[in-house]
């Protein structure tokens, strides 16, 4: 009996800490409401993939819905991107080493910034994505599509659901 009435308060006290405003965001509320997104940068040789990776960015963010897409000036948090590596490379085989699919491998470096704190990075990662495709119904552009997909849904994963 003595035991229920030390523990009793002990109990009271552990779920009242428990119950508390919940968030997904280990920081709270964030104050960013509006994002700008830059064009993206290209140090490859492959022509257009940053652009096209800008213009999906962009509407990604659209359809999220998390932020509304504005201009720089007017932005809590600017994104920008850098597609620093391309490579192309066989993936499958058949038995005898002729190649079935080929694997497209970007690597951009994509941040986020604060343009109201002297462009301080609010996070910063280097985005690794492939996109296979098999070489007798697909085009090395399906393999470009695939990774580009998901490089847009780890920024957008990585700019709305980590703060």
Known sequence: MAHRILLAPLVAALLGLSC????FNPAGKSSIQTIA???FDNKTTEYDLADRMTDLVIDAFLADGTFKVVSAENADAALSGVLTRYE???????DNDVVLSYSVTMTFDVALKNPRD???????????QEGVYLIDSETEQDGQSKAIQR?????INRTTKSW
């Open 20 to 23: 508390g405003v919940y968030t």
């Open 88 to 94: 192309r490379k066989p993936f499958e085989y058949d």
């Open 37 to 39: 997104v830059d064009r």
């Open 118 to 128: 002297n462009d301080s990075d609010i996070w910063r990662e280097s985005m690794v």
């Open 151 to 155: 490089l847009i849904v780890s920024i």
